[in-house]
C-alpha cells in the first residue's frame, strides 16, 4: 500500500459519522424594505441608480447619458445597440465596447450587488471590457439580503457568475480610491420590469 493510499485509509477509519447539516436561517424577520435599500447600498459603493423615462424610449435614454460612447453593445431585447452581443464569435471581439447593456437575474439589497452569469452576459466579457456597464433590473428581482440569494436557483444552473457591486475599483495604502481601475469605469442600474414571456 502506498503512503497516500495509507493516510487515506486511516483518515477514513476515523471519519465521523454523516449528520444533516443545520437549518440555516434567512434571517428576514427585520429587513428593511428591499428598493431602498438596494438604492442606498449601490450608490455607496460607487453605482447609479436611474429612474427610467417616462417616455419608455430606454434605447434613447441609454445613450443620451453616455453622449461620448460610439459602441454600445446589448444582450437585452430593450436595447438595439450598435453591436448584439449574440453576434460576437470571439470574446476579445468586445474590446472596444463603451456601453454593454445586461439584465440581472436578481440583485441582492444588503450588499447592492447584481447577480450575472454566461445566461446574462452571453459573452462573459461584456461585464468586464466594457468601459461603462447599465443593467436593466426588475425591481421584483431585488432580495432582501445574501442569505435569500443562495437559495436562488441560479446560483446551482450556472457554469460561471458573479455578484456584482458597483464599478471596479482599488485603493492604495494611502487611502486614495480610483473607480475603473481593472474592469468598468461606471454601473448604471435602471428600473425596468421584465417584459412577460407569452406561449
Request: with cysteine; charged share 20%; hydrophobic share 45%.
Amino acid at each position: 500500500m502506498s503512503n497516500r493510499n495509507m493516510i487515506l485509509a486511516k483518515l477514513r477509519a476515523v471519519q465521523p459519522a454523516p449528520r444533516p447539516l443545520p437549518d440555516v436561517p434567512l434571517y428576514d424577520e427585520k429587513l428593511p424594505p428591499a428598493l431602498e435599500t438596494f438604492k442606498k447600498s449601490l450608490a455607496l459603493l460607487g453605482g447609479t441608480w436611474v429612474d427610467a423615462p417616462a417616455n419608455g424610449d430606454i434605447e434613447a435614454f441609454v445613450r443620451s447619458r453616455f453622449p461620448e460612447a460610439q459602441v454600445f453593445c446589448s444582450a437585452v431585447p430593450e436595447v438595439a445597440g450598435a453591436r448584439r452581443v449574440r453576434d460576437v464569435a470571439d470574446p476579445h471581439d468586445l474590446y472596444d465596447v463603451d456601453v454593454g447593456i445586461v439584465r440581472p437575474s436578481f440583485a441582492v439589497a444588503e450588499t447592492g450587488s447584481i447577480w450575472l452569469s454566461e445566461a446574462e452576459y452571453l459573452v462573459n466579457s461584456l461585464g468586464y471590457l466594457s468601459q461603462h456597464l447599465v443593467a436593466l433590473l426588475d425591481p421584483a428581482d431585488i432580495v432582501g439580503n445574501l442569505h435569500h440569494a443562495y437559495h436562488r436557483r441560479e446560483f446551482f444552473e450556472a457554469n460561471y457568475s458573479v455578484l456584482m457591486s458597483g464599478p471596479s475599483a482599488t485603493a492604495d495604502i494611502e487611502g486614495v480610491l480610483i473607480r475603473g481601475a481593472q474592469g468598468i469605469r461606471s454601473l448604471t442600474v435602471i428600473p425596468v420590469p421584465r417584459v412577460p414571456i407569452v406561449g
